[in-house]
């Protein structure tokens, strides 16, 4: 062997053990490598495999608690829940029932009302017709705007006349009844064209909230576009003595089935039952039409009290029947009554009052004895206030709503203050609403830091006659004067 052969094979054997050490590193780089992968992949099994049976337990947790929570439901109302099976939340029925009261809600514009009612149902969160319903009344709400509160009109009648040939007889009343009073025909049409104007009833507690301490704060009146509010009241509605026999409704009843209506004395005597009067006309059209009203809000009754209320002989002197306060009028009608029980009497009043409330009406007073304050001294004006809350609140309830007769008003347009000995007493009397007569513009709001003032628009058979253009912006009269009325109407 040559040196070189030595050194040759020398350098052989240290390539062999460079070559051994190099395929020991390989190989544990690949071992270290593959279990690293194995332990990846077990890493990621093993949490694929953990996660969803996590969450399938959390499901079924939480299933197994609504199906306790339901059963427990049902049987607090009282159903017996079926031994298996999943009980539905809401049945079909009451889904379809509440679907109906929420857009009903809506279309009053109460969104608000609408919404909270499908949220509060159980199993909201899983109820994807209701949540759309809720999604639907929140753009709606979302496209409304605030109606500027001092630019709201305010409207107002008198009872209306049923049977035009009794007003319009030729007797001593027929002047009156012309110059003030609207015929149904007449009404029907004003409201079904302020209507389709888009015009909307509201209340006048919708234009400002009262405080505790008597402080008034305005309102909002969310409506959506081209609709505009106004207040709706009518004056006297006591079915006076003296109406009787021309033609309008006898009183206000509430019926078997809960509705408010009139009874009319048809010509033989018999009592006929029916829409003879604003109240259920109005009652019966916003059933039809249920976006008329606001929130569900309709008219104020402004009452007076020294003939009782609604066509109810509620009044002080019907107990006592005191010589020298009984009028020729009442007279006649304990002669033709003589049955009559005052307990009974005030009894079915305020039913009918409290029917009416519940249908969205409210009461105001139109003062006791139908007077203009400022011509009484304030100790006069004291004892009628004293008559309303003594013989008038009973019946229909507290109000803070005082409609003025005769258009009067305590004060001149300034805004009210304590000096003025009326309002001082008015306000201590708990009334925060004050309403005049003023035609000459759509609308006349005041705000005051206690109060609130808006005149009011009479839409009787003088305004009709003698400055229809004052009412072109509710509607035409042409269309909605009843050729009946006898012409001119009287001069006042
Ligand atoms: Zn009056």
Redesign the pocket.
């Known amino acids: 062997m040559s040196r070189g052969d030595y050194s040759y094979s020398d350098r052989d054997n240290r390539y062999r053990r460079g070559s051994l050490l190099m395929k020991c590193l390989i190989t544990i780089l690949i071992l270290a490598i593959i279990a690293l992968a194995a332990l990846l992949v077990y890493e990621i099994r093993f949490r694929e495999y953990q996660n969803p049976w996590a969450q399938a337990q959390a499901q079924k947790e939480s299933m197994e608690a609504a199906e306790a929570a339901l059963r427990e439901e049902s049987e607090k109302n009282e159903q017996s829940a079926p031994d298996s099976g999943v009980v539905p939340l809401i049945s079909d029925e009451e889904e379809d029932s509440l679907e109906t009261q929420a857009n009903r809600l809506a279309l009053q514009y109460d969104y608000d009302g609408a919404i909270s009612l499908l949220r509060s149902q159980p199993g909201y969160d899983r109820n994807d017709r209701f949540k759309n319903l809720v999604s639907t009344y929140e753009s709606t709400k979302a496209g409304c705007s605030a109606y500027p509160i001092d630019q709201i009109t305010h409207i107002f009648f008198?009872t209306l006349i049923w049977d035009d040939a009794k007003a319009f007889d030729g007797d001593e009343d027929e002047a009156g009844y012309n110059q003030v009073m609207t015929t149904v025909s007449e009404f029907d049409s004003i409201i079904t064209q302020m209507y389709n104007r888009g015009y909307v009833m509201v209340s006048l507690h919708d234009m400002a909230s009262v405080a505790d301490d008597g402080t008034l704060t305005t309102k909002e009146i969310l409506l959506p576009p081209g609709k505009i509010p106004f207040v709706l009241s009518m004056?006297?509605c006591s079915y006076y003595h003296y109406m009787d026999g021309d033609g309008f409704a006898q009183k206000l009843i509430v019926t078997d089935d809960g509705k408010v209506k009139n009874t009319y004395i048809e010509d033989d005597g018999s009592v006929s039952v029916g829409d003879y009067d604003l109240v259920p006309i109005l009652d019966t059209f916003v059933q039809q039409h249920p976006d008329f009203s606001y929130h569900g809000h309709k008219g104020v009754l402004?009452l007076?009290g020294y003939e009782g209320v609604l066509g109810y002989r509620t009044d002080e002197v019907y107990k006592t029947r005191e010589e020298g306060r009984i009028t020729e009028y009442q007279r006649a009608f304990f002669e033709a009554n003589p049955d009559f029980d005052f307990d009974k009497e005030v009894a079915e009043a305020k039913a009918v009052a409290d029917a009416m409330k519940a249908e969205g009406w409210e009461f105001a007073s139109?003062t006791w004895g139908?007077i203009n304050p400022r011509q009484y001294t304030i100790e006069q004006v004291q004892r009628d206030s004293q008559r309303w809350h003594d013989w008038v609140v009973p019946v229909v309830g507290e109000t803070d709503i005082l409609i003025f007769?005769?258009g009067a008003d305590i004060g001149d347009w300034q805004p009210y203050t304590y000096d003025n000995e009326y309002y001082a007493h008015y306000k201590s009397m708990g009334f925060n609403f004050y309403c005049n007569v003023d035609s000459s513009v759509k609308a006349w709001v005041q705000v005051g830091p206690d109060f609130l003032r808006q005149g009011r628009r009479n839409l009787d058979g003088y305004r009709m006659y003698y400055s229809p253009e004052l009412v072109s912006d509710l509607y035409d009269v042409d269309s909605a004067w009843d050729s009946n009325r006898p012409t001119p109407v009287p001069e006042m």
Request: hydrophobic letters at 35%; proline letters at 0%; aromatic letters at 12%.
């Open positions: 008198h004056d006297d402004a007076t139109h139908h007769a005769f």
